[in-house]
């Protein structure tokens, strides 16, 4: 194998190796982007794209000289099928082994690449997605939190004004009773005065009429003695 062929060989373990590591649950997408996101990776950023494009036509390049190799190699095995000697058939059969080989390592490596740009992409996304959704779970938390102690003010506030119009009404209710307590005091009093007034007129009266009947007495015998005399 020549060089550039072990050097893209060597690019492609590389890229299985990275691709694996990316799909094996190895580390969280918060830390791949994080280390993504790294001083080192983020210097690199600016030039990536640059350097992505300039790989991806460096092994389109190999992958058309395989293609080409293969072909060639292809078209000469054909035209001297039974009529060359086995040392030139073999080593034609090993010239398109090696197109073919080259033809599935720089086309493996060219896959792997969008391979690997499409999963960073998509751990990117991924972990950006999960510190929105904890960020919006966290607010959804201090949101309900904060209708929480707003309900239990209300409801303390609500509870303060019921305790204070029962305490209005129970003290209208004690001053009520005790007007109602002084009224009937009041009405208790002039019952004793009407009842004493009513047992003084009683005496009087009985006492007036046996007075009445004295002189009544008195007249009739006065009457009784005048009658005698004249007769």
Known sequence: MSLQWTLIAGFLYAEIAIVL?????????????????????????????????????????????????????????????????LDREMQGSMRLFRAQRNFYISGFSLFLSLVIRRLVTLISSQAELLAQSEASLRQ??????????????????????????????????KTKIKELEEELATEVKDKSALKKQSDNLAKEYDRLAEEHSKLQKKITISAEGDSKKDN
Do not use: C
């Not at 036509?57 to 000697?85: C, N, P, T, W």
């Open 21 to 85: 590591l990316l799909v094996l649950p190895v580390a969280s997408p918060k830390r791949w982007n994080a280390f993504f996101k790294s001083r080192f990776l983020q210097g690199l950023q600016r030039q990536a794209g640059i350097y992505f494009l300039i790989l991806l036509a460096i092994l389109v390049l190999f992958l058309l000289d395989a293609i080409r190799e293969m072909r060639k190699y292809s078209q000469i095995d054909s035209e001297e099928h039974g009529h060359a000697h």
């Open 140 to 173: 959804a938390q201090s949101a309900t939190t904060a209708a929480r102690s707003l309900l239990a003010q209300q409801g303390e506030m609500a509870q303060n004004s019921s305790n204070e119009a029962h305490d209005k009404e129970v003290t209208e209710l």
